[in-house]
């Protein structure tokens, strides 16, 4: 039987892979573990294989595992990468290391007045809507700067770099359509983050990928993949 453990590692491995057939240095790729909808026990087997960042969608849900964790494994690093309500704010303020998805002023101003004085600034990203559908949250390219400027003047918010969920190989009639596709949005993303780093030297992270792209995301610039179902198994 195929363990969590087993899966993680070869997550890991995938990502060692990618990283060295494109020539990006060993462990520049940090991995985030999609831990959405899955028991507490699935979260603390990953945990006792090595893993320490967990991803989570639902606010609530969220909440309730971080509470119930931390005080066992203060280490694990939290990450929110759903969509968040402006008033769901403060319980990612309180509760979580980072949020990946910013996409609008007044969210990111929420998250500043209402981070704890006792916590270290709030790490976020700002979700970029690169597929342009209508069905994804996210900025457009065009706005990314704007929103950029407005969180870097915010101290209990630290600007880390940008998100985006890239258009789905499902959509298009043959894998040649997609993959190029998918090249094409993942280029745009890396030259945002480019031109965003020019003038915030700080940022690190170009939050891109998941299980099934990693390869091309990796090939790309992404330093962190998203994986869930392919180290918890199906939902």
Not at 15 to 28: L, N, W
Not at 83 to 107: G, M
Not at 190 to 214: E, I, V
Request: charged share 20%; proline share 5%.
């Amino acid at each position: 039987m195929t363990t969590i453990a087993d899966r993680l590692k070869l997550a890991q491995f995938r990502i060692a892979q990618a990283e060295q057939e494109h020539h990006r240095p060993h462990q520049s790729v940090n991995l985030l573990a999609v831990s959405k909808t899955k028991p507490v026990s699935d979260i603390i087997e990953a945990y006792q294989a090595g893993q320490r960042s967990f991803g989570e969608n639902y606010v609530q849900e969220g909440q309730q595992k971080v509470i119930k964790l931390t005080p066992n494994y203060p280490d694990i690093e939290w990450h929110f990468i759903g969509p968040l309500q402006s008033n769901k704010t403060r319980i990612i303020a309180e509760n979580f290391d980072w949020l990946h998805t910013v996409s609008r002023e007044k969210i990111a101003q929420r998250l500043q007045e209402q981070r704890p004085a006792d916590k270290p600034p709030l790490n976020v990203c700002i979700q970029v809507n690169i597929s342009g559908e209508d069905s994804k949250a996210g900025v457009g390219l065009i706005e990314v700067a704007q929103l950029a400027s407005a969180i870097a003047a915010m101290p209990n918010l630290r600007l880390r770099g940008i998100m985006a969920i890239p258009s789905q190989q499902a959509n298009f009639d043959n894998i040649t359509q997609a993959q190029a596709e998918l090249s094409k949005e993942f280029s745009q993303l890396k030259a945002c983050f480019d031109t965003l780093k020019q003038t915030y030297p700080q940022l690190d992270t170009l939050s891109m990928g998941m299980s099934d792209d990693l390869g091309l995301a990796i090939a790309h610039g992404s330093t962190m993949v998203r994986i869930g179902s392919a180290i918890f198994g199906a939902r």
